[in-house]
T-cell receptor, first 113, second 115 residues
Framework: DAGVTQSPTHLIKTRGQHVTLRCSPI?????VSWYQQVLGQGPQFIFQ???????GRGNFPDRFSARQFPNYSSELNVNALLLGDSALYLC????????????FGPGTRLTVL | AQKVTQAQTEISVVEKEDVTLDCVYE???????LFWYKQPPSGELVFLIR??????QNEISGRYSWNFQKSTSSFNFTITASQVVDSAVYFC????????????FGKGTKLSVKP
């Protein structure tokens, strides 16, 4: 079975631009979470979605938004990009419960110039 | 507040040595879950193990073993007879029902296994 997939793999943007990252969960998984990982740090929680509803939100500004589609795939949007948004963005999927194991995709590496 | 501390930033060993990665956690919840993930240079986080707070049995999987001790709030990970392929960053993480799906990660331990 395919694991979590993310697109694109790499992305270069300039300050002030907008970006959309995409994620497809493991088949049968209904929950998707997004994390930001800056160099040398552990991943930081951004959002969790379940059945198209936001179930949790981390300490990120309103420039960050997300949504989940009926097929359980998800998009993460970031507006007005800042240099500090440069990071690896990881998507994880899990079955249902908030405490189910989260399986991660390969990530999207975003560079903001 | 919930917190995970991995005090070892980097560890370097020679192949076939045993190595233990430390993880100390903080939570006020009585029901919680602990995880270890491996992140090779490619960047993808690979799930290794999940333990719940009511199961303190140690676990062994091949060369990997985990020691969970509630008394010291620790969940340590040992690799026996390390191999070059074990080189990666290892993360310990914590979640509970009250965290709304938020995995709290430590800062990670970078393990380098030299031939």
């Amino acid at each position: 079975d395919a694991g979590v997939t993310q697109s694109p793999t790499h992305l270069i943007k300039t300050r002030g631009q907008h970006v959309t990252l995409r994620c497809s969960p493991i088949s049968g998984h209904k929950s998707v979470s997004w994390y930001q990982q800056v160099l040398g740090q552990g991943p930081q929680f951004i959002f969790q979605y379940y059945e198209k509803e936001e179930r949790g939100r981390g300490n990120f500004p309103d420039r960050f938004s997300a949504r989940q589609f009926p097929n359980y795939s998800s998009e993460l949007n970031v507006n007005a990009l800042l240099l500090g948004d440069s990071a690896l963005y990881l998507c994880a999927s899990s079955l249902v419960q908030t405490t189910d194991t989260q399986y991660f995709g390969p990530g999207t590496r975003l560079t903001v110039l | 507040a919930q917190k995970v501390t991995q005090a070892q930033t980097e560890i370097s060993v020679v192949e076939k040595e045993d190595v233990t990665l430390d993880c100390v956690y903080e939570t006020r919840d009585t029901t919680y879950y602990l995880f270890w993930y491996k992140q090779p240079p490619s960047g993808e986080l690979v799930f290794l193990i999940r333990r719940n707070s009511f199961d303190e049995q140690n676990e062994i999987s091949g060369r990997y073993s985990w020691n969970f001790q509630k008394s010291t709030s620790s969940f340590n990970f040992t690799i026996t007879a390390s191999q070059v392929v074990d080189s990666a960053v290892y993360f310990c993480a914590l979640t509970s029902g009250g965290s709304q799906g938020n995995l709290i990660f430590g800062k990670g331990t970078k393990l380098s296994v030299k031939p």
